[in-house]
């Protein structure tokens, strides 16, 4: 069994993924790590996150006291705490699957330097079928990338913090990547005023409203045609699983930077 541990274990994925955790043949739920004076500090991690059942696993602030008891971490917390959660992976040399979103092109810097000493994933999306999205995209733009007009349209419920999200971000990397570029070179947030729409680049749309689900589309626009290539989720069970799986695959690897795609050998 994998020894893990889960960071922000009462936010909308911490919440999923110790649920599916706690029913893994792979993995043993050791700790939850929350925020300092959090309320529900020192309670079990299954009363924490809604399991219906105790689990026997304590729900601490203080990621050093539990550490070394595990062999993966996972964290779907925030900003400031996941820096400090690598932080102490790298001390501990303890592998680290992290979907936290909203960092800085410097602080994800970090997480990529980390992959020299642990076994390091970073992944702004852990559905598989936005990762297998994100090979299309790959192969869309080798084909039309250079012919046609990219635009990326997401949407995300009132409470999302960051925009573009993560996985939108992940997306139009990929892209530019594919088309010999950074991001920085093609991207353009929103438009406003006159003027064409300017060759080579990036348009992107956040759209922020009610409960909304998790979605994306990417536009390839040519003359006459068009192609939408699209990921929409109905709940965030997808994306939970999918984090089990890239921990159980972490977990068996040397030190080095992974992403989903090794996971799912795409």
């Known amino acids: 069994m994998i020894n893990t541990i889960i960071v922000g274990p009462r936010g909308k994925m911490g919440r999923l993924i110790t ?17 300092k004076d959090r309320d529900y500090i020192g309670q079990d991690l299954g009363q924490v996150t809604l399991l219906g059942r105790e689990l026997g696993v304590p729900v601490v602030d203080n990621l050093a006291e539990v550490i070394e008891a595990c062999d993966v971490i996972i964290d779907f917390s925030t ?13 501990h040399k303890k592998a680290l699957v992290c979907g936290t979103t909203g960092f800085s092109p410097d602080e994800m ?16 999306n852990t559905s598989k079928l936005v990762n297998v999205m994100n090979k299309l995209l790959q192969l869309a733009t080798s084909a039309i990338g250079e012919e046609t007009d990219i635009e990326i349209v997401e949407m995300h419920d009132r409470w999302k913090k960051d925009a573009p999200s993560g996985t939108a971000r992940e997306m139009g990397e990929l892209i530019a990547r ?6 920085s070179d093609f991207a353009v947030y929103g438009r406003e005023g006159a003027g064409e729409r300017k060759p080579r680049t990036i348009g992107y749309h956040s759209i922020r409203m009610g409960d909304t689900p998790s ?17 929409h989720s109905t709940d965030w069970r997808g994306f ?7 921990a159980v695959f972490l977990a068996r690897q040397a030190p080095g930077y992974y992403s989903v795609s090794d996971v799912l050998k795409l």
């Open 79 to 91: 900003k400031e705490m996941g820096l400090e959660v690598l932080r102490l992976a790298k001390e």
């Open 109 to 124: 810097n970090l997480f990529r330097e980390a992959g020299e000493t642990i076994p390091m994933l970073y992944a702004a």
């Open 215 to 231: 979605s994306h589309t990417v536009f390839f626009g040519g003359f006459g045609e068009r192609l939408e290539i699209s990921h």
């Open 19 to 35: 649920q599916i955790a706690a029913d893994s043949k792979e993995l043993a739920l050791v700790a939850g790590v929350a925020p």
């Open 178 to 183: 594919e088309l010999g570029a950074e991001l």
């Open 240 to 246: 939970a699983k999918g984090a089990c799986d890239c």
